[in-house]
């Protein structure tokens, strides 16, 4: 039994050598992004970088997230989008999970990575040195002693004896304990659980209502405008079957009429069909489809969007009807003389964002569109943040997971 577990057993002490060889390089980077985080809290000057410094520890810790949820088989809830004011960066408990999985990960991380690479190396270079001393002059141990003579040799070998114990006996353990410390400041607590199923069950019920909406959208398009015109191409083809009977010359106006009234039908059944998913975004792809609505807006419009990975229908269609319903209300109620929108995909989430120069002062009511969209993207996990100070500026920012 035990020969036949050997290499399970292995192999599971070679994945947890790997995690902690990988947590190596995120450890120096979260060291990095603990200094600058700590510098926005405790000089005044650069905190309103603080909200910047949050959104790259949150990527730092989304990654590691979906390491540590790799490497133990589980599933670790993504938090909250990061608040987009440093008053709120303090207070949110999110944050301060990953300001303390930060700290724990700039030391243990970075201490664990060492110690599993610092285990094979200091065997290897030991027994290197054992065998090749005559040949190196001045050479040393890991431990600083030198060797120039056998029993020098000898004890260097010992040395390196004493690092390939250490791994195995030190990394297996730390690879299983320091992935569970990890999980457990990166998931959202029991109550966060709770609030966040209650926040499930209303977007879902969010999301019905708006295919409800839609469907009723649909059914009165169809009834209104393409069901009376197929009834007029009906109406027109009987009326010229009796023209041709009696007067065949009198059909012809009623047969052109007849297909006038068709071409419009098929006009309007294409709207239908392209107010429930753009054509464009299948044919040209979310940025391409963004830069189009720019191109047709009342207002100078710039489109800042860099490479985007394939993204779910789903997300672009609600991404789409965000930048298009943000074009509409600058060009309405904003007087802006600049809007400019931003895509990009950063923690696994698209972030949306439409700004412009505007008077500011824009509410969320009951039957506005925003109110559309919101309920549009919290069915999809997502969030929607409209920021507009009397005086302006304005910025309307979407974010929407795409990732599961």
Do not use: K
């Amino acid at each position: 039994m035990d020969t036949l577990s050997s290499p399970g057993r292995i192999q599971r002490q070679l994945r947890g050598f790997r995690f902690l060889v990988d947590g190596l390089a995120t450890g120096a980077a979260a060291c990095l992004l603990l200094v600058v985080s700590l510098a926005c809290v405790v000089l005044v000057l650069p905190l309103p970088l603080l909200p910047r410094a949050a959104r790259a520890v949150r990527s730092l810790t989304a990654l590691e997230r979906g390491r540590i949820a790799r490497h133990l088989g589980v599933r670790i809830p993504q938090p909250p989008p990061v608040p987009a004011t440093a008053r709120a960066v303090l207070t949110d408990p999110a944050v301060r999970r990953d300001a303390a999985f930060l700290l724990l990960h700039a030391v243990v991380g970075t201490l664990s990575g060492v110690v599993a690479v610092s285990s094979p190396i200091g065997a290897v270079q030991n027994v290197v040195l054992a065998l090749l001393w005559p040949f190196i002059p001045g050479a040393e141990t890991t431990l600083a002693t030198p060797v120039q003579s056998w029993p020098q040799a000898g004890f260097a070998l010992l040395l390196a004896a004493g690092y390939a114990a250490f791994g195995p006996l030190v990394v297996p353990p730390l690879s299983r304990w320091y992935p569970r410390v990890g999980a457990s400041l990166l998931a959202p607590p029991r109550t966060l659980l709770v609030q966040r199923l209650a926040e499930v069950t209303a977007t879902r019920s969010a999301a019905l209502d708006a295919h409800a909406t839609e469907l009723r959208r649909i059914e009165r398009d169809l009834h209104d405008g393409i069901q009376n015109r197929m009834v007029a191409v009906v109406v027109h083809l009987g009326m010229a079957e009796r023209a041709l009977r009696r007067d065949p010359a009198a059909a012809l106006p009623i047969v052109q009429t007849a297909h006038a009234a068709a071409d419009q039908a098929l006009a309007d059944l294409r709207a239908v069909v392209r107010s429930i998913y753009p054509p464009v975004l299948a044919d040209r792809g979310l940025a391409q489809a963004v830069s189009g609505l720019a191109a047709h807006s009342a207002v100078p419009c710039a489109v800042q969007a860099g490479a985007l990975p394939l993204l779910p229908a789903a997300v672009q269609a609600a991404a789409y009807a965000a930048v298009a319903e943000g074009l509409t209300n600058v060009a309405r109620h904003s007087g802006a003389r600049r809007v400019d929108v931003r895509l990009e995909v950063t923690g696994g989430r698209l972030v949306v964002e439409v700004s412009d120069d505007g008077a500011g002062g824009a509410r969320e009511t009951g039957g506005s569109g925003v109110s559309g969209i919101r309920r549009r993207v919290e069915a999809l996990d997502g969030a929607v943040h409209l920021h507009s100070p009397p005086g302006g500026p304005t910025v309307l920012r979407v974010t929407i997971p795409v990732e599961g």
